[in-house]
């Protein structure tokens, strides 16, 4: 049989190429597609999933039947698969406190020797009850890579008096995200990334040693500190930390001795980022960013600084910046040459130098984003757009938050030549169609609207696009401005290439 004869490998772009319904009449072919689709590493495609969070109960009886059925359907098929499934996500609910703990146990019995990833949503109760086990089960998970750990009841339950911090270790585990309250230290030797409170990756009774993370790479804070304790040693564990590449605060960030501490030890950072707000006491304190000379990709979302001195920022001893995303307006930027994909903040107060800005370094620009501030017509920073034109190497362009009528494009002073993508998003947009789009955009490939009402991505942009011949021909149509203009805010007309 020359099917028989294909190797494995071949075997898994087949089945890529088939939805699920389709594997599984696969699956029943012939005992080696059913190995190789439920035992071999091809099962990295399907996740086991016991969702105890689906049960809404509307009357509290059904409720408890409902989540008795529920459990008794997973242990059922637990039991009895002879899938080596290797991605597990369970979501536990007090509903099911009954079952919880066997649930757990036949899932290490029947998983452990092949999981490598394993996401838990877990109560506070079950939380409670089954962080022990799990202490005890993943150091003999010999293939687990990913762990997630999330409460499902965030806000409900606080873990401050919690007499007992145990310690979670394994040898294999590489990447471990936490959004919990439950305490817990960590020591896992091979773990490149962490997301979730940087007191998880600190040591037992906070001790001067290195972390027990030596081989973290990639960092994200993303669970704000509530033990004030910890709070006044997070800049010993940042001067702990092993050397980064990256590091992400998704959590407000308003201590200069913690921002200090990052620009002095962590200088081997790729990238860093502050996606909410970073509050400094003065710019002083920010212009230490210049020690991070290794940094490639830099994001600020939101500046302020105390003292309300000008926001006058220079990147250019940052010889390798490459990316820089300034969401947060300020008053002026100073970029090195080598920056090739920007994002600015531009309202009307700062537009002249935000212009001044992208035309320093207008060469070697190939991805922009406008992040603007335009409520209303007369809002839009048109000489902002007029100058787009002079970026000669511009690929991608993004403008967010702008107010888009039939002929906000009219005012570039020539066609764009080079740019491929054009992605528009905003709460006002009143048009889907734009005057002379073709010819200001002609080698255009990817054209993405976003409002809050419809997302529409299109690779034929020339649907969009309204010549003045076409918008006198079809404006004398109507007998009315509000015809007229309801004719030009409905969505485009072909369905099969938008979503």
């Given at each position: 049989?020359?099917?028989?004869?294909?190797?494995?490998?071949?075997?898994?772009?087949?089945?890529?190429?088939?939805?699920?319904?389709?594997?599984?009449?696969?699956?029943?072919?012939?005992?080696?597609?059913?190995?190789?689709?439920?035992?071999?590493?091809?099962?990295?495609?399907?996740?086991?999933?016991?969702?105890?969070?689906?049960?809404?109960?509307?009357?509290?009886?059904?409720?408890?039947?409902?989540?008795?059925?529920?459990?008794?359907?997973?242990?059922?098929?637990?039991?009895?698969?002879?899938?080596?499934?290797?991605?597990?996500?369970?979501?536990?609910?007090?509903?099911?406190?009954?079952?919880?703990?066997?649930?757990?146990?036949?899932?290490?019995?029947?998983?452990?020797?092949?999981?490598?990833?394993?996401?838990?949503?877990?109560?506070?109760?079950?939380?409670?009850?089954?962080?022990?086990?799990?202490?005890?089960?993943?150091?003999?998970?010999?293939?687990?890579?990913?762990?997630?750990?999330?409460?499902?009841?965030w806000?409900?339950?606080?873990?401050?008096?919690?007499?007992?911090?145990?310690?979670?270790?394994?040898?294999?585990?590489?990447?471990?995200?936490?959004?919990?309250?439950?305490?817990?230290?960590?020591?896992?030797?091979?773990?490149?990334?962490?997301?979730?409170?940087l007191?998880?990756?600190d040591?037992?009774?906070?001790?001067?040693?290195?972390?027990?993370?030596?081989?973290?790479?990639?960092?994200?804070?993303?669970?704000?500190?509530?033990?004030?304790?910890?709070?006044?040693?997070?800049?010993?564990?940042?001067?702990?930390?092993?050397?980064?590449?990256?590091?992400?605060?998704?959590?407000?960030?308003?201590?200069?001795?913690?921002?200090?501490?990052?620009?002095?030890?962590?200088?081997?950072?790729?990238?860093?980022?502050?996606?909410?707000?970073?509050?400094l006491?003065?710019?002083?304190?920010?212009?230490?960013?210049?020690?991070?000379?290794?940094?490639?990709?830099?994001?600020?979302?939101?500046?302020?600084?105390?003292?309300?001195?000008?926001?006058?920022?220079?990147?250019?001893?940052?010889?390798?910046?490459?990316?820089?995303?300034?969401?947060?307006?300020?008053?002026?930027?100073?970029?090195?040459?080598?920056?090739?994909?920007?994002?600015?903040?531009?309202?009307?107060?700062?537009?002249?130098?935000?212009?001044n800005?992208?035309?320093?370094?207008?060469?070697?620009?190939?991805?922009?984003?406008?992040?603007l501030?335009?409520?209303?017509?007369?809002?839009?920073?048109t000489?902002?757009?007029?100058?787009?034109?002079?970026?000669?190497?511009?690929?991608?362009?993004?403008?967010?938050?702008?107010?888009?009528?039939e002929?906000?494009?009219?005012?570039?002073?020539?066609?764009?030549?080079?740019?491929?993508?054009?992605?528009l998003?905003?709460?006002?947009?009143?048009m889907?169609?734009?005057?002379?789009?073709?010819?200001?955009?002609?080698?255009?490939?990817?054209?993405?609207?976003?409002?809050?009402?419809?997302?529409?991505?299109?690779?034929?942009?020339?649907?969009?696009?309204?010549?003045?011949?076409?918008?006198?021909?079809?404006?004398?149509?109507?007998?009315?401005?509000?015809?007229?203009?309801?004719?030009?805010?409905s969505?485009?007309?072909?369905?099969?290439?938008?979503?």
């Open positions: 049989n020359y099917i028989d004869s294909l190797p494995d490998e071949l075997l898994y772009m087949v089945f890529d190429l088939l939805n699920l319904k389709s594997v599984k009449a696969a699956s029943l072919t012939c005992r080696k597609w059913n190995n190789i689709l439920f035992s071999s590493v091809y099962t990295n495609r399907f996740t086991f999933v016991i969702d105890a969070m689906k049960l809404i109960p509307s009357i509290p009886l059904s409720f408890v039947s409902r989540a008795k059925d529920l459990a008794s359907q997973a242990l059922r098929v637990l039991a009895h698969t002879r899938r080596s499934y290797r991605n597990v996500r369970w979501s536990a609910s007090s509903c099911m406190n009954l079952y919880n703990s066997t649930i757990f146990t036949t899932i290490d019995q029947q998983f452990a020797n092949y999981l490598t990833r394993l996401e838990l949503s877990l109560d506070y109760s079950t939380t409670v009850d089954i962080f022990p086990r799990l202490v005890q089960t993943v150091p003999q998970m010999s293939q687990l890579r990913t762990l997630q750990l999330k409460d499902s009841d806000n409900s339950f606080c873990f401050s008096n919690q007499d007992i911090i145990p310690t979670l270790r394994s040898e294999t585990l590489r990447h471990l995200m936490v959004r919990s309250q439950f305490k817990f230290w960590v020591d896992l030797p091979q773990l490149e990334s962490f997301n979730g409170s007191s998880v990756i040591r037992p009774e906070r001790i001067l040693e290195p972390l027990a993370v030596p081989s973290l790479k990639f960092l994200t804070i993303s669970v704000a500190e509530t033990d004030n304790e910890f709070k006044t040693r997070q800049p010993t564990v940042i001067r702990l930390l092993p050397p980064v590449e990256a590091m992400h605060w998704k959590v407000k960030l308003s201590s200069d001795e913690v921002f200090l501490t990052i620009c002095e030890s962590c200088t081997t950072l790729t990238e860093l980022g502050f996606h909410r707000s970073l509050c006491s003065n710019i002083g304190v920010y212009s230490n960013l210049d020690k991070l000379i290794n940094l490639r990709v830099l994001t600020i979302n939101d500046l302020k600084i105390a003292d309300e001195s000008p926001l006058d920022l220079d990147f250019s001893p940052l010889t390798k910046l490459e990316k820089l995303s300034l969401a947060a307006v300020v008053d002026s930027v100073t970029l090195p040459k080598s920056v090739q994909m920007l994002e600015l903040g531009v309202n009307q107060n700062n537009e002249q130098s935000m212009i800005t992208i035309l320093d370094c207008s060469e070697q620009l190939i991805e922009l984003v406008l992040s501030c335009a409520e209303l017509p007369e809002d839009m920073p000489e902002m757009l007029k100058i787009l034109p002079r970026l000669k190497n511009l690929v991608v362009l993004e403008i967010e938050n702008g107010y888009f009528g002929s906000t494009f009219l005012c570039l002073e020539s066609p764009m030549e080079r740019l491929r993508t054009l992605k998003y905003e709460d006002h947009l009143r889907y169609r734009f005057l002379q789009l073709k010819e200001k955009f002609p080698n255009l490939k990817e054209l993405v609207i976003e409002s809050l009402e419809k997302v529409s991505k299109s690779t034929n942009p020339d649907l969009y696009s309204l010549s003045a011949a076409d918008f006198t021909s079809r404006s004398s149509r109507f007998g009315s401005s509000a015809e007229f203009e309801s004719y030009f805010t969505p485009s007309p072909s369905s099969s290439d938008s979503d």
